[in-house]
T-cell receptor, first 114, second 116 residues
Framework: AQKITQTQPGMFVQEKEAVTLDCTYD???????LFWYKQPSSGEMIFLIY??????QNATEGRYSLNFQKARKSANLVISASQLGDSAMYFC???????????FGGGTRVLVKP | GAVVSQHPSRVICKSGTSVKIECRSL??????MFWYRQFPKQSLMLMAT?????????EQGVEKDKFLINHASLTLSTLTVTSAHPEDSSFYIC????????????FGPGTRLTVL
């Protein structure tokens, strides 16, 4: 069975600073995908970034980067130059090898302070 | 592109009634749709996987007779919460993917169900 763990239930970050959100996972699948989603208070899930287990380089998307350490089974999200609009819940998720099913971590609430 | 809508966005119903939630892919054909449930301050939990033209596959612990899923077309999947009770109050989110989107799921905006 797959398991995703986000150990930080909540954190504050100063505007314009960088923040790292932790995510560790456990799976026996040789091939898998890792996602990060943002969920603002309105509820919609916003896709941020994706990392494939066989990707050689860490994924980056604008201010988002994924620090993928396969041997440690971690996929931390780094948000650079935080903005007030980054305040939201952030979920790490893993795609199962077959069927595109996603397993989500417990989430981390980020509050950006001005 | 890749927009998914849900209707209604919010519904309040009396205990014992049934509620239908629609999930539509507006600009693409969704070969697979997923239904998630999210309780307050908790994560998303996958309820079932819905493929067009076939029976839905339910996750362990999800009652298929209580949560009826119909994926009648490539753009529409419905979730019906039958005989709803207060403990069914939750945020229900659908997502959709296509064969060509490979591993990306496009999420709907969610439906907040409150059962009185």
């Amino acid at each position: 069975a797959q398991k995703i763990t986000q150990t930080q239930p909540g954190m504050f970050v100063q505007e314009k600073e960088a923040v790292t959100l932790d995510c560790t996972y456990d799976t026996s699948d040789p091939s898998y995908g890792l996602f990060w989603y943002k969920q603002p208070s309105s509820g919609e899930m916003i896709f941020l970034i994706y990392q494939g287990s066989y990707d050689q380089q860490n994924a980056t998307e604008g201010r988002y980067s994924l620090n993928f350490q396969k041997a440690r089974k971690s996929a931390n999200l780094v948000i650079s130059a935080s903005q007030l609009g980054d305040s939201a819940m952030y979920f790490c998720a893993m795609e199962r090898a077959a069927g595109n099913k996603l397993t989500f971590g417990g989430g981390t609430r980020v509050l950006v302070k001005p | 592109g890749a927009v998914v809508s849900q209707h209604p966005s919010r519904v309040i119903c009396k205990s014992g009634t049934s509620v239908k939630i629609e999930c539509r892919s507006l600009d693409f054909q969704a070969t697979t749709m997923f239904w998630y449930r999210q309780f307050p301050k908790q994560s998303l939990m996958l309820m079932a996987t819905s493929n067009e033209g076939s029976k839905a596959t339910y996750e362990q612990g999800v009652e298929k007779d209580k949560f009826l899923i119909n994926h009648a077309s490539l753009t529409l999947s419905t979730l019906t919460v039958t005989s709803a009770h207060p403990e069914d109050s939750s945020f229900y989110i659908c997502s959709a993917c296509t064969e060509s989107s490979y591993n990306e799921q496009f999420f709907g905006p969610g439906t907040r169900l409150t059962v009185l």
